[in-house]
């Protein structure tokens, strides 16, 4: 069982940025590839970002490319997603998740561990 705990959601004007960080209770985190998905009212979730166990892969869903960032630090059991740029349209429940899969998941039924999510809303 790994329990993952976000934080550093609020509110921001549009323009502005935030800094997700992501903490995990194992340590054995870097056995998971670790996503930042997002989900907002009436919305399906969908993933924002992906890293790979090592740190040496990304993804990012095209909506955010260039403006957001993920990374993790293995040591600390921490996973982050920096956003910069955020727009009204970023509004949303951000949740962490980790996957323990070979390949690196894009799907939420990839993962299985989730954070209770962190509420990041833009103002325009």
């Known amino acids: 069982q790994v329990q993952l705990v976000e934080s550093g959601g609020g509110l921001v004007q549009a323009g502005g940025s935030l800094r997700l960080s992501c903490a995990a209770s194992r340590r054995t985190f870097s056995t998971y590839h670790m996503g930042w998905f997002r989900q907002a009212p009436g919305k399906e979730r969908d993933v924002v970002a992906a890293?790979?166990?090592?740190?040496?892969?990304?993804y990012y869903a095209d909506s955010v490319k260039g403006r957001f960032t993920i990374s993790r630090d293995n040591v600390k059991n921490t996973v982050y997603l920096q956003m910069n740029n955020l727009k009204p349209e970023d509004t949303a429940v951000y949740y962490c998740?980790?996957?323990?899969?070979?390949?690196?998941?894009?799907?939420?039924?990839?993962?299985?561990?989730w954070g209770q999510g962190t509420q990041v809303t833009v103002s325009s």
């Open positions: 998740a980790a996957d323990p899969n070979f390949n690196l998941g894009l799907r939420p039924q990839d993962y299985i561990y």
């Open positions: 890293i790979s166990k090592t740190g040496s892969s990304t």
